[in-house]
């Protein structure tokens, strides 16, 4: 098994940047593929990104893109998530996910392994 913990979230200002960060622990010889969902209140959880083992491998949520940059640190079992130009849309819980089956996706019953999330609040 692996353990997840994230952080990074906080309060910050609409045109404001956060970098989340996940850390995994355990069993971290296993190849994971990881992700960041998000998740606001009244809503299902929504994809934001994943990127495989290697990090050449990389997907992003539709409303996300050109604004968050995911990465990967294998050395520091370590996954990042760079969000810029925030939006008031863009607060809610993000948590980390993660896979040892290979591939990415963006479903979220593929991921197996899940942080307890940390709160990202963008204010207008």
């Known amino acids: 098994q692996v353990q997840l913990v994230e952080s990074g979230g906080g309060l910050v200002q609409a045109g404001g940047s956060l970098r989340l960060s996940c850390e995994a622990s355990?069993?971290?010889?296993?190849?994971?593929?990881v992700a960041w969902f998000r998740q606001a209140p009244g809503k299902e959880r929504e994809f934001v990104a994943t990127?495989?083992?290697?990090?050449?491998?990389?997907r992003y949520g539709h409303s996300m893109k050109g604004r968050f940059t995911i990465s990967r640190d294998n050395a520091k079992n370590m996954v990042y998530l760079q969000m810029n130009s925030l939006k008031p849309e863009d607060t809610a819980v993000y948590y980390c996910?993660?896979?040892?089956?290979?591939?990415?996706?963006?479903?979220?019953?593929?991921?197996?392994?899940w942080g307890q999330g940390t709160q990202v609040t963008v204010s207008s």
């Open positions: 355990g069993r971290t010889s296993t190849r994971y593929t």
């Open positions: 996910a993660a896979d040892g089956r290979g591939g990415v996706s963006s479903i979220r019953d593929t991921y197996e392994y």
């Open positions: 990127i495989g083992w290697s990090g050449l491998t990389i």
